[in-house]
């Protein structure tokens, strides 16, 4: 409960960006690899991206690469998703979570998860 905090959600126009935030208990957080999820209407969850605990190896969905950017900050136990160029796809609950050291797709994978942030992007 509250391991994983995400805001920076919000009701934006096609073609703007937007910074996502995910603050995590240290528990969830060190060592392991972060990711994003999103659900939109209607949908099944996706996974967006992932980061390495050293922030060297990434990972993304191919409807995201190029527009978004998944980074972390690990003195503040915090990973961030950087998008831009937003457009109606890409409205969608988005869900910050934990996995073990190895990067994946799969939410399997993810045993913490936040509580998720809408992210409306309107034409």
């Known amino acids: 409960q509250g391991q994983l905090v995400e805001s920076g959600g919000g009701l934006v126009q096609t073609g703007d960006s937007l910074r996502l935030s995910c603050v995590a208990s240290r528990r969830v957080f060190n060592r392991n690899v972060m990711g994003w999820f999103r659900r939109a209407p209607g949908k099944e969850l996706e996974f967006v991206a992932a980061?390495?605990?050293?922030?060297?190896?990434?990972h993304y969905a191919d409807s995201v690469k190029g527009r978004f950017t998944i980074s972390r900050e690990n003195a503040k136990n915090t990973v961030y998703l950087a998008m831009n160029s937003l457009n109606s796809d890409d409205t969608a609950v988005y869900y910050c979570?934990?996995?073990?050291?190895?990067?994946?797709?799969?939410?399997?994978?993810?045993?913490?998860w936040g509580q998720g942030t809408q992210v409306t992007v309107s034409s």
């Open positions: 979570a934990s996995a073990g050291p190895t990067i994946s797709t799969r939410r399997e994978f993810y045993g913490h």
């Open positions: 980061v390495s605990w050293s922030g060297d190896t990434t």
